[in-house]
């Protein structure tokens, strides 16, 4: 992508609306745009971010056996009605009518609908276990939007929603959730702890929220410091194993670990004092089993092995992608501007003109650039006639894992500089071996 066409309206100044480090950058980068409180327009280069990130969340929900698939934004009242909780949700919920004076809402969630798909096609136990997902737009009318898509009106999510004839198979469907979770967070970039979760209006009682320790996080939460430590589950683990992902499930609830709403302050005071951590977290996903409570009501049933019908028992499984985006952020920063993990880079590298229009400076930037693109790389040219100075300064803003500057000093020499975001180290070398880096 070459800089002097691409869309990335940087902003010099600070936005003064801006309260936490990576609203105020998401919006200094260009990311993001509100259109109305608590609505965003993600801009190119956040879309950008905000795909790799679905794109890790989808491969690891693959892997961990879920199917995808795609609901609508909008519902019909009725399903509401059904599991009883149109009335209940409150005004969280945005209800609308539509054209023949029919009462629709914009989905905070999907249990209802998914139940109403699983129930029109699956009768039978040998058709379980299932689990389906999308990633999709949800809308809840919160009271305090705030911190820019960290806590938004509209927003994105994941949601999974698993289907077992027994109780005991919806425990190894959570597992398998719980697993992918870990193996997910880290992928990004993050080292989320799961914690016992108060679960609201979605129900059950079995929950875990996956936490990520940062200052700015809305929640308090008590926990032992060892979960910083613990290993994740690998790429080659099986999610048919009933025993293994139990094993990971036991290891990783074995300390204690909790958000404020399940607090217990005896139980954590048993933590050695050395052992104990109290923070503030941002809540990224938050996994639910709940048996039950919609397909009773919604007759959701199949027919199990013993000729007669069960109402099947059902978990549902939340990420928030667009909460993601800025929680790296936040977990990765610093003064001059974000440092992104190279997972979910928009860019894998920035190639930075420091002379445009001077031939030798074009010439080896367009070599690279083409070398680059051709071995598969995301790459940004900066090819504007903005001064040397505003470059670096984008270029760190923006957070681009690696830089290869080319400067006319450098350059008459066959040489460029590489430098690396995050530690800031510089390195000459000749154009072919900054090429080389990325190519071998
Ligand atoms: N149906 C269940 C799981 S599929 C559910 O709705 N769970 S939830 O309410 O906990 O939301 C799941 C995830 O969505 C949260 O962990 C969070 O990452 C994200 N999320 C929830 N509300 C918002 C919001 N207002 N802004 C941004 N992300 C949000």
Known sequence: MRLSRYFMPILKENPKEAEIVSHRLMLRAGMIRQQSQGIYSWLPLGKRVLDKVNAIIREEQNRAGAIELSMPTLQSAE??????????????????????????????????????????????????????????????????????????????????????????????????????????????????????????????????????????????????????GFDIPGENTDFDSVEGLKAIF????????????????????????????????????????????????????????????????????????????????EASHDDNGIIWPASVAPFDVVVINMKVGDEACDDTCELIYAALKKAGKDVLYDDTDDRAGTKFATADLIGVPVQIIAGPRAVANGEVEVKDRKTGARETMTIEAAINRFVA
Not at 211 to 220: N, P
Not at 299 to 314: L, R
């Open 79 to 228: 399903l509401w009605q059904e599991s009883g909780r149109y009335d209940a949700y409150g005004k969280e919920m945005l209800r609308i009518k539509d054209r023949q004076d029919r009462p629709m809402l914009y989905g905070p969630t999907n249990e209802e609908m998914v139940t109403d798909i699983f129930r029109s096609a699956v009768k039978s136990y040998k058709d379980l276990p299932l689990n389906l997902y999308h990633i999709q737009l949800k809308f809840r009318d919160e009271i305090r939007p705030r911190f820019g898509t960290m806590r938004s009106r509209e927003f994105m999510m994941k949601d999974a929603y698993s289907f077992d004839l027994t109780r005991e198979g919806a425990e190894h469907s959570y597992n398998k959730m719980f697993a992918a979770y870990l193996r997910t967070f880290d992928r990004l970039g993050l080292r989320a702890i799961p914690m016992r979760a108060d679960t609201g209006p979605i129900g059950g009682n079995l929950s875990h929220e996956f936490i990520i320790l940062a200052d700015t996080g809305e929640s308090e939460v008590f926990c032992h410091k060892d979960f910083v």
């Open 250 to 329: 036991d290891k990783w609830t074995s300390l204690y670990a909790a958000t404020s709403e399940m607090h217990d302050e005896a139980a954590f005071n048993a933590v050695p004092e050395g052992d104990r951590l109290s923070a503030r977290g941002i809540e990224v996903g938050h996994i639910f089993y709940f048996g039950t409570k919609y397909s009773e009501p919604m007759g959701a049933k199949v027919q199990g092995p013993d000729g007669k019908e069960h109402f099947v028992h059902m978990g549902s499984y939340g990420i928030g992608p667009t909460r993601l985006v800025p929680a790296i952020i």
